[in-house]
T-cell receptor
């Protein structure tokens, strides 16, 4: 049971470089999310998707883009990385519906922007 | 917008003793879900316990239980017989149950409480 897989797990970028974080889930979940975690800030929602082909902004969307071309994948892109984007990024997914369905998280991706 | 507040940045407990982590939230909704997640040093986020607001009975999972006070908008986590493996960051989280406006899609987290377990 792979669950939610994030790649890469670690990455170091220079300011201005671009990169894409890939999130893949094998649970047929409708909803997928990207969060960032910074010390003392908890987890903040960047973008989310409620189905294939749809995306929406969360609390801190600036500087990021996302795509959900396939139901199982949710990509997070940084077009021009900035030091303020140094963080640990978590992808999560959950089943649709109105119940107390639980988020399943990936293991996180640590990004450092120099 | 809903907010979740964890007023204790750090807590410590002796092994085998009991500790309570606090969480309060602000919402105007009557139906919602509350969660406690654990994040050990491995970084993996693990669900500890969940509570549906319409249920008056407090949720329990083995050594973990909650004290859900809906009127006071409080959702504390009690860990009994603390073990070394309980040492982690604990996050309280809120999600609306309202399907209409799309707000039920999002989970809002508190800033976390770092729990240390002393042998």
């Amino acid at each position: 049971n792979a669950g939610v897989t994030q790649t890469p797990k670690f990455r170091v970028l220079k300011t201005g470089q671009s990169m894409t974080l890939l999130c893949a889930q094998d649970m047929n979940h409708e909803y997928m999310y990207w969060y960032r975690q910074d010390p003392g800030m908890g987890l903040r929602l960047i973008h989310y998707s409620v189905g294939e082909g749809t995306t929406a902004k969360g609390e801190v969307p600036d500087g990021y883009n996302v795509s959900r071309l396939k139901k199982q994948n949710f990509l997070l892109g940084l077009e021009s990385a900035a030091p303020s984007q140094t963080s640990v990024y978590f992808c999560a997914s959950r089943a649709g519906g109105s119940g107390a369905n639980v988020l399943t998280f990936g293991a996180g991706s640590r990004l450092t922007v120099l | 917008a809903q907010t979740v507040t964890q007023s204790q940045p750090e807590m410590s407990v002796q092994e085998a003793e009991t500790v309570t982590l606090s969480c309060t939230y602000d919402t105007s909704e009557s139906d919602y879900y509350l969660f406690w997640y654990k994040q050990p040093p491995s970084r993996q986020m693990i669900l500890v316990i969940r509570q549906e607001a319409y249920k008056q009975q407090n949720a329990t999972e083995n050594r973990f239980s909650v004290n859900f006070q809906k009127a006071a908008k409080s959702f504390s986590l009690k860990i009994s017989d603390s073990q070394l493996g309980d040492a982690a960051m604990y996050f309280c989280a809120y999600r609306s149950a309202d399907n209409s406006g799309g707000s039920n899609y999002k989970l809002t987290f508190g800033k976390g409480t770092l729990l240390t377990v002393n042998p």
